[in-house]
Structure formats: C-alpha cells, structure tokens
C-alpha cells in the first residue's frame, strides 16, 4: 500500500500546481480508492468530472468507489453514463448487473449480463452471475445452463466475484 500512499502524495503536488487537472485527480482518486480512502477518492472523481465529464475513466472509476461504499444506486448512476457514451463497455456493463443484484433488481442483472455476452460470448464471469441471478428468482434451469457455460470457459475468464 506503500506505493499508492506516495502516488496520492504525489498527484497532490501536482495538484499544488494545476488545481483543474482531471487527469491528476482521477489518479489521486484511484490511488486513494486503492487505500480504501472512498470518500476522499469520490470527492476526486467528482471534480475531475467538472473538467471532464465525459470521461469514460472517471466515471467507471468513481461508479467502482460507490460500489464498494454499498452505494450501489449512485454506481448505477455513473454506469449509465457510461453506457450512454459507449454502449459497449463491458467492464460497466458487468458491474452494473452486479449494482442491480445488489439491490434486489435480477432481472435488470439479468438484462445487463445477457449484454455482456453478446459482446463476449465466453466470459465465464457473466454466466456465472446471470446464473446467480436466475437462481435468485427461482429459474433453476436457466441457472443450471449459464452455471455449466461458466464451467466451460472458466479457463478464459474468471467470475468477477
């Protein structure tokens, strides 16, 4: 932890010296999100996205940090933005499927996993979750199915749980 300790340290001298720099402070943000320092590293993310409020970055990055704060509707938020820039962005898709479980939407994962796989037909992880999901509502086997996809390919991609 050491390391990202003297990044933030350092992003915040150079902060000293240009205050709006976006890419300054998502990195002080990601530094800080990797101490487990949440709020301090939303409050990075936030202000960088004055600057730069259509980075695809930040945004998945502060989503990320309200996601491990529990603060899943704000996740899905950010997210959405996301997907609004880039409808393809796998990385939000998935963790926003994992948002909606959170918070008692499957069928929203469910949707959100099923793109997923549309655009990366062996992601072992996306089975792995639209399977949880379809268990969670009781359709055993849709879950059985996408459990033994994940099986499969687990040697390709790795549940992202």
Do not use: C, H, W
Request: aromatic share 12%; charged share 25%; no cysteine.
């Amino acid at each position: 932890m050491g390391k990202y300790n003297d990044a933030a340290l350092d992003y915040t001298a150079a902060l000293e010296i240009l205050p709006n720099n976006p890419a300054a402070l998502n990195n002080r943000g990601f530094a800080r999100r990797k101490l487990g320092l949440y709020d301090l590293a939303i409050q990075d993310y936030t202000k960088a996205l004055e600057y730069a409020p259509d980075s695809i970055k930040t945004l998945n990055n502060r989503a990320y940090s309200y996601a491990k704060k529990s603060d899943y509707k704000s996740a899905i938020a950010d997210y959405t933005r996301v997907l609004q820039l880039n409808s393809n962005n796998i990385n939000s898709l998935f963790n926003r499927g994992i948002s909606y479980e959170k918070i008692g939407r499957s069928d929203l994962a469910i949707l959100d996993f099923t793109k997923v796989l549309a655009l990366d037909p062996q992601n072992a992880g996306a089975y792995f979750s639209r399977g949880a999901n379809y268990d969670m509502l009781s359709k055993y086997d849709q879950a059985i199915s996408d459990y033994q996809k994940a099986l499969e390919f687990e040697g390709t991609k790795y549940p992202n749980r």
